[in-house]
């Protein structure tokens, strides 16, 4: 998909604008979002399928395994803002840099709610997803009356806070397993496809709305230890699967 789009962008005549792009119009333009942040997919799957295993060395008993990504986020809505600046080539090509900050709660209900079935004393917990993506974009604008509609394509680098979890049991055994190592985020690549449609309330302000879809993966390592007692270190490869839908509000300031 991102070859596809690179490929395409890539494809379009920029230096071949027409006489109508040869106007009268507004070089620079900043750029204010902010709105909601909605997770999909993986990112946004709740299922506890993988939670509880088989024990290799004892059939007749299940053990907890380790809180994997890959399939299953537990991302809920939330929110993000963004800023961006903007060059016009004409009245209708455009490219830009973008810098953005979103977050997306935890939701670990169905998680503790299996958990607790299976031994009361039991308890998982983990921070919101925090993440940032800064990259360049170019895109293609068209002009109606007051209004203004654009699509445009970034792609750049993202990072996002490093996925840990804890799980509890009880009040004396403060932690079953933890992350052995001091937390950090994690790094990607991510490709951001978005829709916009301004109005001008000013001439040299616009309001309006933005929809995007960010795509993402952060692949990391997990090294888990049990505490207390050190009976030993489990590591394992897992992904973050981002898949977010921002919808929100913008103001551009054109000069």
Not at 5 to 34: C, V
Not at 49 to 78: H, M, W
Not at 231 to 255: A, C, K, P, W
């Amino acid at each position: 998909m991102k070859k596809i789009l690179i490929i395409l962008f890539l494809a379009l005549p920029l230096t071949g604008l027409s006489q109508e792009d040869r106007g009268k119009f507004s070089r620079f333009n900043f750029d204010f979002k902010a709105g909601t942040a909605i997770p999909l997919g993986p990112y946004s799957n709740s299922s506890t399928s993988q939670l509880v295993r088989e024990n290799p060395f004892d059939p007749n008993r299940q053990v907890i395994g380790v809180f994997t990504k890959d399939g299953n986020g537990f991302a809920e809505p939330g929110f993000f803002y963004e800023g961006s600046i903007i060059y016009s080539f004409g009245k209708r090509w455009f490219i830009g840099f973008l810098g953005q900050k979103f977050s997306n709660p935890v939701n670990l209900i169905p998680v503790n709610f299996l958990l607790k079935e299976i031994v009361p004393e039991f308890n998982m917990s983990q921070g919101d997803y925090q993440g940032t993506l800064l990259g360049p974009m170019i895109g293609f604008s068209k002009t109606s009356g007051l209004l203004r509609y654009s699509i445009s394509q970034a792609f750049g680098s993202s990072k996002i806070d490093f996925p840990i979890f804890k799980m509890g049991y009880g009040e004396n055994v403060p932690w079953v397993f933890t992350h052995f190592y001091d937390y950090e985020p994690i790094k990607s690549l991510f490709s951001k496809t978005e829709f916009k449609l301004d109005y001008q309330i000013l001439p040299w302000i616009k309001l309006g709305g933005n929809l995007s879809f960010i795509y993402s993966d952060f692949d990391y390592s997990l090294t888990l230890s049990n505490v207390p007692g050190g009976s030993g270190f489990y590591q394992f490869d897992d992904t973050v699967n981002l898949r977010l839908l921002n919808l929100g509000l913008h103001m551009g300031i054109e000069f």
